[in-house]
Every structure is written in structure tokens, then in C-alpha cells.
């Protein structure tokens, strides 16, 4: 199992932006695509970008242009660059392993990005 813990988040503007951080601790992150969810009210949650091993990238369209995924191995961290801030990005970020079912039901404690217009 990947332990978890996410930092970063925090009440931006419209247009802001925001650096994510996820320290994650175990044996296999080196191995494992890793990627940002996030998870708004009343809603469920979504991938927002994914980091392959290899490096590989992916994002849904409406954060891509926006929002880099980026992973550092030797610190076993996982970065999110959030640009452009959009109110509708309002939600809890969490990062975990792609895909999360890899990870049993563990999710770490999320971190809070709240852009206000």
C-alpha cells in the first residue's frame, strides 16, 4: 500500500495559481503511474491528471493547458501546477495511484483548493 499526504491547497482568486505536493511513502511509487484526483461537492470524483512511470502525461480537456503533473522519484513526490484558476476547479485534491483500485480503499487526506471569483 502507497501512503499518502497531500499539501498545497489553499483560497486563490480567479486566474491564480497553486503548486500541490504528495509525499508518498512504499516500495512500489517509482513503479506506479500516479495521479491527481479531485473530488467537488456533491460530486464524484475525478482524475484530473495522471503521471505514467515513464513519464507519460494525461489530462481530461477541461483542466489540459492548465494544470502540469509532474513526479520527482527520488523524493517519492508527486507534483500538481494549477494555473489559470477557474471557480469550477473548487473542490478537495488528492493524489493516489492510477489506477486507485491498485491502492485498495486507501486514500490519503486530500488537500483543499477553493478559487473564488
Known amino acids: 500500500q502507497v501512503q499518502l499526504v497531500e499539501s498545497g491547497g489553499g483560497l486563490v482568486q480567479a486566474g491564480g495559481s497553486l503548486r500541490l505536493s504528495c509525499a508518498a511513502s512504499?516500495?512500489?511509487?517509482?513503479?506506479?503511474?500516479m495521479g491527481w484526483y479531485r473530488q467537488a461537492p456533491g460530486k464524484q470524483r475525478e482524475l484530473v491528471a495522471v503521471?505514467?512511470?515513464?513519464?507519460?502525461?494525461s489530462y481530461p480537456g477541461s483542466v489540459k493547458g492548465r494544470f502540469t503533473i509532474s513526479r520527482d522519484n527520488t523524493k517519492n513526490t508527486v507534483y500538481l501546477q494549477m494555473n489559470n484558476l477557474k471557480p469550477e476547479d473548487t473542490a478537495a485534491y488528492y493524489c493516489?495511484?492510477?489506477?486507485?483500485?491498485?491502492?485498495?480503499?486507501?486514500w490519503g487526506q486530500g488537500t483543499q483548493v477553493t478559487v473564488s471569483s
Open positions: 493516489n495511484v492510477v489506477p486507485s483500485s491498485l491502492n485498495g480503499n486507501y
Open positions: 512504499g516500495t512500489t511509487f517509482s513503479r506506479s503511474a
Open positions: 503521471i505514467t512511470h515513464t513519464g507519460g502525461l
